[in-house]
Each structure stands twice: as structure tokens, then as C-alpha cells.
């Protein structure tokens, strides 16, 4: 990216170096706005480790915290009681930091499988285990259950903690390639009263979470054009319960690169054509997937509800480049790992402060500070950032993506989420 604070050639390679991070720096941005360092699917300030002398999966690499000067202020001296599900892949059961925050009490943990439910409950510093999250449920304790299982069961689970009363924050996406269950997650929430989370990462990477401010205070006007990219080559499958990777339609995880406008500007996407490529991995041809999936890339085109026009890209079966990243313009202004507009006093870019003991985690730092939100919610009697009405707008525009690129890109409408209050 070309920018006029580029260095004069005559500069050393390492003054150079150092202009720019302090150039960053005074923009309120680090490296991981600008697609520099790759996000994480763990916490941690070191690389991950490889295992059997493999090198780490595209996406779990671990990031650093750029830092902050602003100080948490606690809103409550309360603990919220909470349950964890699931402890697989990622490890997401302790990997957002829910047992290190001074407002949590982790009551009881669950994962199917006994030797994961052991090490669960060892990562959490909690005695008390279940063998289900169907078991879990019923216990009276627990106020919030944090869903971190496989992706197809998120939008059943969250609908049954919530008819048994709990608030819930689940993994993405909200739903897995279901209308029907969009529906029905939905109305669970609404006529429970509870509050409702999906945990997505870029909603708080340092660029997103930049725009999203910019936007609100009026700096970019409405979004003309947005675009996002979510890139994870995956030509040998991840491991997954009951195999549910192999052969996943891209815009059925669309949230990470959806976010960059959803997630910017509380929006929606109204309609889509997307078009999808038949994929050379062979766990992406259809005779090899339960999905009949032929798609490895899809590449939506969605008209905004501002309006606007959205490019949002999902890919499994392109080498090279990795990661979550994104870019808009708006009529007052665009952003793209910098504002570039009409807007001359910036409103404060810096993202929330963590609470003591929590790490930023992984994904760009976001993994602490989605933990954080949630439970404030919770404590502040509010909706949280990504609630119900956002998460599924973001999730189900990739399900109707879908639909349209096995349609050959026929423009479709997306059913839309209202704001609860």
C-alpha cells in the first residue's frame, strides 16, 4: 500500500522501518490493521508450536498485542456463572479467556469426549464437569454458557441453553446453512429475554474496530463500497467432529469476511449473486463431500442496505496469502489500514482495555475483548455488539451466497434480522 509518509528513498532500510511503526503508532493502528501479521486461531504472544514436526495450520499462527494506554474500569463487582462447552480444534473452550476475567465464575465445563472434558475443566481451574451440554443445561448455578463446539450444532445448542434460561455466546457462525434454524435462533432469543452473542473475531480486529468507530461518529458518510476477504487454504481437511470440515461451502463460514461491513455499520446485506469455482482439492468435489459442495472459493456480490455494493470473499483452495482482512469507502471518507476523508477531529481508535489477567488472544487480539464485552453486557443489562439481529445477518447472507452460486450466480433476496431492544 502506497502512502504520502512513505520514507525518502535515501533512508535506511532500518530508519524506514522504524518511521513506519511509529507512523502506526500515532494513527492508533499496529501491524494486524494491515493484514501484517496473520491472524490467530490461538492466544499468546509466541508462535504456535507445530505438531509431529508439521508446521501450524494457516490461521492458528499467534499474534501479538499491540498495546494499549486505556485502563478497565469494572462496571460490576459481580461474578457471572458460567458453563463451557467444548474443547476441540482450537481449544476455543479456554481460549477466550472466560476463567482468567475478574467478572467470571466458570461453574462447569462439558465436551463429549472425557479426555477433552478433563483437560477442559484443567484449563479453566474448574472441578465440576458434565458429560453433555444437555446435562449442563439443567444446572441452576450457571447464568451464561459459552458454545465452543462444532459449527453445525451452534444454533441447537444456543436454542436450548436458552430455553433453559441461560445467556449464551456461541463460536461462529450463529447458524450452519440452515434458514430454518436462523428462524428459529432467533425467535429462541427474542421470547427468552436472554442476551446473545457470536463470538466474531474481526469485529474486533484493530482496523475494524477503527472503522466501526469512524463510522458511527459520521466520518465515512453512508458505505458506497465495502469489500472483506476470508482466505484459508485447506487442501488436506482439518480434523472436525464427525468430519463436518470436509467439503464446507465457503459462504457457510462468511462471518469473518462479512464482518467488514456488517460489522462496520450495523447493516445488513438485502440481496446477492455470487459465483463460485469448481475446486482441483479433492475433498472440494462433490462425490467426496457430504454438501455436494463442487466449490473450494465463492465470491459474493451483495447490495447493501445503505445502498451500497459489497465484495466478500471466501476461500479454501487458494495457496499462498492467509488471513482476515477488509476495506471500505464511504462518501465522506474510506479506510484502508488508514481514514483517508472529510472527517478532521478522529474519534478515540484505540480498542477497550483489557481486564487484568485476560490476554488479547488470538484472531488479532480479539479474543479477550469479545469475553469482555459479552460479560459487561450481561452485567449492564445491555445488547451486546454482535447480538442476535447482527450475527444472523452476517451468517445468513452467506447461506443465500450459497444458494446463488449453485444457481450460476443468480441474484436472490436475503431475509432480514431486526434489532431487538
Same mark, same amino acid.
Given at each position: 500500500?502506497k502512502?504520502?509518509? +512513505?520514507?525518502? %528513498?535515501s533512508t535506511?532500510p532500518e530508519? =524506514?522501518a ?9 494513527a492508533?493502528?499496529g501491524a494486524?490493521?494491515l493484514?501484517?501479521l496473520?491472524?490467530a486461531c490461538s492466544?499468546g504472544?509466541?508462535?504456535?508450536q %507445530?505438531t509431529a514436526g508439521?508446521?501450524?495450520?494457516q490461521?492458528?499462527?499467534r499474534?501479538?498485542e499491540?498495546g ?5 474500569t469494572p462496571v460490576s463487582?459481580?461474578?457471572v456463572r458460567?458453563?463451557?462447552?467444548g474443547?476441540?480444534l482450537c481449544?476455543f ?5 472466560f476463567?482468567n476475567?475478574?467478572n467470571?465464575e466458570i461453574? =462447569?465445563?462439558? /465436551?463429549l469426549?472425557p479426555?477433552?472434558c ?6 479453566c481451574?474448574?472441578t465440576k464437569?458434565?458429560?453433555?451440554l444437555e ?11 459459552f458454545?465452543?463446539?462444532d459449527?453445525p450444532?451452534?444454533?441447537k445448542?444456543a436454542?436450548?441453553?436458552l430455553k433453559?434460561g ?17 428462524d428459529q435462533?432467533y ?8 442476551k ?6 474481526s469485529c474486533?480486529?484493530? /482496523? *475494524?474496530? =477503527?472503522?466501526?468507530q469512524?463510522? +458511527?461518529?459520521?466520518g465515512l458518510g453512508k ?8 482466505y484459508?487454504?485447506?487442501?488436506d481437511?482439518?480434523? %472436525?467432529?464427525?468430519?463436518w470440515r470436509?467439503?464446507l461451502p465457503?459462504q457457510?463460514?462468511?462471518?469473518h469476511? +462479512? ?5 462496520v455499520?450495523?447493516? %445488513?446485506?438485502t440481496?446477492?449473486s455470487? *459465483?463460485?469455482m469448481p475446486s482441483?482439492?479433492?475433498q472440494?468435489?462433490?462425490?467426496n463431500n457430504r454438501?455436494?459442495?463442487p466449490?473450494g472459493s465463492e465470491? =459474493?456480490?451483495f ?7 459489497s465484495r466478500?470473499?471466501v476461500?479454501w /483452495?487458494?495457496?499462498?496469502d ?6 471500505i469507502?464511504?462518501?465522506?471518507g474510506s479506510?484502508y489500514?488508514?481514514y483517508?476523508? *472529510?472527517e478532521?477531529? *478522529? ?5 477497550p482495555?483489557?481486564?487484568p489477567g485476560v ?9 479477550g475483548?469479545?469475553?469482555d464485552?459479552f460479560i459487561?453486557a ?6 451486546p ?8 445477518n ?9 444458494q446463488?452460486?449453485?444457481? +450460476?450466480g ?5 431475509p432480514?434480522?431486526k434489532?431487538l431492544?
Amino acid at each position: 500500500m502506497k502512502t504520502s509518509n +512513505n520514507p525518502p %528513498s535515501s533512508t535506511s532500510p532500518e530508519q =524506514a522501518a522504524l518511521n513506519r511503526r511509529s507512523f502506526l503508532r500515532s494513527a492508533g493502528l499496529g501491524a494486524t490493521a494491515l493484514g501484517l501479521l496473520p491472524m490467530a486461531c490461538s492466544t499468546g504472544k509466541q508462535p504456535a508450536q %507445530s505438531t509431529a514436526g508439521k508446521p501450524p495450520i494457516q490461521g492458528f499462527e499467534r499474534t501479538q498485542e499491540a498495546g494499549t494506554a486505556k485502563k478497565w474500569t469494572p462496571v460490576s463487582d459481580r461474578k457471572v456463572r458460567v458453563g463451557i462447552v467444548g474443547y476441540g480444534l482450537c481449544k476455543f473452550g479456554a481460549e477466550f479467556g472466560f476463567q482468567n476475567h475478574p467478572n467470571v465464575e466458570i461453574v =462447569a465445563v462439558s /465436551d463429549l469426549f472425557p479426555d477433552r472434558c478433563e483437560q477442559l475443566a484443567k484449563a479453566c481451574r474448574c472441578t465440576k464437569t458434565y458429560p453433555s451440554l444437555e446435562e449442563l443445561v439443567k444446572d441452576d448455578r450457571i447464568e451464561a454458557v459459552f458454545i465452543a463446539t462444532d459449527a453445525p450444532s451452534h444454533a441447537k445448542q444456543a436454542i436450548l441453553a436458552l430455553k433453559h434460561g441461560k445467556h449464551v455466546a456461541s463460536a461462529v457462525p450463529a447458524v450452519f446453512g440452515s434458514l430454518e434454524e436462523a428462524d428459529q435462533l432467533y425467535e429462541a432469543v427474542k421470547t427468552s429475554g436472554k442476551k446473545y452473542m457470536m463470538f466474531e473475531t474481526s469485529c474486533f480486529h484493530e /482496523d *475494524l474496530y =477503527a472503522m466501526r468507530q469512524i463510522y +458511527n461518529a459520521g466520518g465515512l458518510g453512508k458505505l458506497v463500497y465495502s469489500e472483506g476477504e476470508y482466505y484459508h487454504y485447506m487442501d488436506d481437511p482439518l480434523p %472436525s467432529y464427525k468430519e463436518w470440515r470436509v467439503g464446507l461451502p465457503p459462504q457457510y463460514y462468511p462471518t469473518h469476511s +462479512n464482518a467488514y461491513y456488517i460489522g462496520v455499520t450495523g447493516g %445488513s446485506f438485502t440481496e446477492v449473486s455470487c *459465483l463460485g469455482m469448481p475446486s482441483i482439492v479433492e475433498q472440494l468435489k462433490p462425490a467426496n463431500n457430504r454438501y455436494k459442495n463442487p466449490f473450494g472459493s465463492e465470491i =459474493a456480490m451483495f447490495r447493501t442496505s445503505e445502498g451500497g455494493s459489497s465484495r466478500m470473499a471466501v476461500s479454501w /483452495d487458494t495457496p499462498g496469502d492467509h488471513g482476515e482482512r477488509g476495506r471500505i469507502r464511504g462518501q465522506r471518507g474510506s479506510f484502508y489500514g488508514k481514514y483517508e476523508g *472529510l472527517e478532521k477531529v *478522529l474519534p478515540d481508535l484505540v480498542r477497550p482495555a483489557l481486564p487484568p489477567g485476560v490476554d488479547a488472544g488470538g484472531h488479532g487480539g480479539s479474543h479477550g475483548r469479545l469475553t469482555d464485552e459479552f460479560i459487561t453486557a450481561i452485567l449492564q443489562d445491555r445488547q451486546p455488539l454482535v447480538d442476535i439481529s447482527m450475527a444472523l445477518n452476517m451468517t445468513v447472507s452467506g447461506i443465500v451466497a450459497h444458494q446463488s452460486a449453485m444457481r +450460476n450466480g443468480e441474484t436472490l433476496k436475503i431475509p432480514q434480522y431486526k434489532i431487538l431492544s
